[in-house]
């Protein structure tokens, strides 16, 4: 682990918990993490703490294996057009935290050869507890172990499966409904649907799928206007 060079590009406030708590597992060593801010200055506690701090997200990318992409929504498209000649098939691992931007839209961008994971931490990984959401195309497995190994180490993660929502779906294009799934797998007069009524009954189910839905919308739209 302390051998993987890692580059986490727009260090902010999540970049920098990330950093923080990679340290202070014990498995990796600031020298071997770099940092990239437009306002280096911003940088300078972390700096002071061991960690490679510079504004040239090209030459962190060609110093490392592992690239954490931490920007704003409007800014990953320059971003990625900027490091987009540095990345090597086979060599790098790019690992997104950004809101909005899909698997196939990073790919398309920076080619398809380069392998991208999704990744959803949240800033208890400066405490080493965070619970960190990953994703990928399927089409490279080492590169979810990898990130795997890094987020493991600041928390838990949990892969979260294409095909899941994919078998769900299709049980619902074919006519099944969700109430239906349900009494599949529920006991009647058991403790789960019981807990689902009650849940049901309080309005859980309608404010998850209003609450999932204006999240989604949102999220979509702060990628969409990163081009404006």
């Given amino acids: 682990m302390r051998e993987m060079r890692i580059a986490i590009l727009g260090a902010g406030n999540l970049g920098t918990c990330i950093a923080s708590g990679l340290v202070e597992s014990g498995r990796f060593s600031p020298e071997n ?117 890094i987020f493991e180490a600041v928390g838990r993660t949990l892969v979260i499966a294409a095909q899941t929502a994919k078998g769900a779906a299709s049980l619902l294009t074919m006519g099944s409904h969700p109430e239906h799934e349900i009494d599949r797998v529920t006991t009647p007069s058991g403790c789960t649907i019981a807990g689902l009524n009650q849940m049901e009954h309080a309005g859980f189910s309608s404010a998850m799928i209003k609450g999932i839905t204006v999240s989604a919308e949102k999220a979509a739209k702060l990628y969409a206007n990163s081009g404006d």
Avoid at 86 to 111: C, D, F, W
Wanted: a neutral charge.
């Fill in 33 to 149: 993490i770099s940092l990239t801010r437009r306002n280096t200055h911003l940088l300078d506690p972390m700096k002071a703490r061991g960690f490679v701090v510079q504004k040239d997200n090209a030459e962190a990318v060609r110093n490392s294996t592992v690239i954490i992409v931490a920007v704003e929504p409007h800014q990953i498209d320059g971003l990625l057009e900027e490091i987009g000649p540095h990345l090597t098939p086979g060599r790098h691992v790019v690992i997104s935290t950004v809101t909005g931007a899909s698997i196939a839209q990073i790919a398309e961008q920076i080619g398809r050869g380069v392998a991208v994971v999704r990744a959803m931490p949240n800033t208890a990984i400066g405490v080493r507890e965070s619970m960190t959401c990953l994703a990928s195309d399927g089409a490279d497995a080492a590169a979810l172990d990898v990130a795997k190994s």
